[in-house]
């Protein structure tokens, strides 16, 4: 398997052109224009080292495992490295973690679990804020189980969640607090801490969905209090997997369905049948990916200086954006306003455009944003925006000044927009045109 040796810059994480080195989708032009991803929240681009590492695997160690010969053997091994990579990515135990084939998977089963011993009487609290993966496996428990379902909304105008009403939901016969720590669509940071020992002071378990918060915050299971957390490792550089985090005793208690020949130890009861070895590979290849961009004398204070600087990074990106984003007439961005605990990651809409046309706009000026409800459809609905969506863009690890500017530039060009200290009228541009000449189509959901 291939190691890595850290390069750090001066400030602790290496320059954004070295990170930039490592992913050969950036040499993607479209014209003369070089790609700019911000597609990161839906999924990142791959670095090189993580691709070698899954190759690595299926040309010269794959297996299946616990057999008594040298291949078996280095599965069992490169399997077991990559749980000690992602217990170091959560600040848990090595047997605290069980991989899956993505979160939503991980999700149901988790619920599917627990569900089996509650009833009519029990209740489960989600969020408006949240992605539908961390709503719709609990509210299977209500047609399935009984279970009452219990919605905490939040405040449309900032985008964070009303804590108010959460501390109303959570009562004595509350079982489970799902709560997101970031929201996919708005990029809103959630009081997850708080909301772990709103829930224990209830007798109750907090599942977080860590999704997409692990591409820009540290996360530490410890200091967050949670009982579950689950991310998947493709919106932090890795391949398409799933990952859970569950705290020992709760694994153990699990009702999981599984064969009887399956072991029944943790983690090893949580992982049905055979896994995707290679990318649970490439997920221990993401972590150490990530840790290689700084230095330090841990594998865990590498990634906790990495990810803390890119917080930084990608807080005055998205500063940057949101302002220049919003200067534009008939632009407007949603979520909290920088200043406020969020993501890099920013909604916008164009007046009088559907978001799938200013999504296609900006692809052919090799801005590449994703477009729709992300997901999280009860959030644009709540929003006004349930049907035609919105843009969103999110800062990688690899985005540049330069590309923030290419993006807003890109809005003004293709909308028609003006600056709002402009004192001249706004033209109608001929994308507006032909916008208003189509009746709105429903936007593909991504």
Request: hydrophobic content about 35%.
């Amino acid at each position: 398997m291939n190691t890595l040796q850290s390069s750090p810059s001066v400030s602790g994480l290496a320059p954004v052109e070295t990170i930039r080195s490592h992913f050969p989708a950036l040499e993607r032009r479209v014209g003369e224009q070089p790609v700019a991803y911000f597609d990161g929240p839906g999924g990142t681009q791959v670095p090189r080292q993580v691709v070698e590492a899954m190759t690595d695997y299926l040309l010269h160690h794959n297996a299946n495992t616990h057999w008594n010969y040298p291949t078996s053997v280095e599965t069992d091994a490169a399997l077991q490295q990559a749980r000690e990579a992602l217990s170091d990515f959560f600040n848990a135990r090595p047997r605290e973690v069980a991989f899956g084939n993505n979160m939503t998977t991980l999700a149901f089963h988790v619920s599917r679990a627990l569900g089996r011993g509650w009833g009519p009487k029990d209740e489960v609290v989600v969020t408006q804020l949240d992605h539908q993966a961390n709503v719709a496996p609990w509210r299977a428990l209500s047609r399935e189980r009984g279970v009452t379902i219990r919605t905490v909304p939040f405040k449309t105008d900032t985008g964070e969640l009303d804590w108010d009403r959460l501390e109303a939901a959570v009562t004595d016969r509350t079982r489970l607090v799902a709560i997101g720590a970031a929201s996919n669509a708005l990029g809103t940071i959630s009081p997850v801490r708080e909301a772990a020992r709103l829930a224990h002071a209830h007798g109750a378990l907090c599942f977080v969905d860590a999704v997409h918060y692990a591409a820009h915050q540290v996360i530490d299971v410890q200091a967050m209090e949670c009982d579950f957390l689950v991310c998947s490792p493709y919106k932090f550089y890795g391949p398409h997997a799933g990952v859970l985090y569950a705290r020992a005793d709760v694994m153990e208690s699990l009702d999981v369905p599984k064969l009887d020949p399956a072991p029944n130890i943790i983690p090893d009861r949580m992982e049905t049948g055979t896994q995707n070895h290679e990318g649970i590979v490439g997920s221990g290849a993401a972590v150490d990916f990530l840790a290689f961009l700084s230095a330090g004398p841990t594998r865990r204070q590498r990634l906790v200086s990495t990810l803390t600087e890119l917080h930084r990074r990608g807080d005055a990106l998205a500063t940057r954006l949101w302002n220049g984003l919003s200067a534009l007439r008939g632009v407007r961005c949603y979520g909290p306003p920088p200043g406020r605990p969020r993501t890099p990651t920013i909604s916008f809409s164009v007046e009088g455009v559907a978001s799938g046309e200013v999504a296609q706009a900006l692809a052919q000026r090799a801005v590449f944003v994703s477009n729709g409800n992300f997901y999280a459809s009860t959030v644009l609905e709540a929003l006004g925006h349930g049907r035609e969506g919105l843009v969103r863009a999110g800062c990688a690890a690899y985005t540049t000044e330069e590309e923030i500017e290419r993006l807003i530039q890109g809005v003004e060009e293709c909308t028609g927009s003006k600056r709002r200290t402009s004192n001249s009228q706004r033209p109608t541009s001929n994308f507006e045109r032909r916008s208003k000449r189509n009746e709105l189509k429903p936007e593909r959901r991504n």
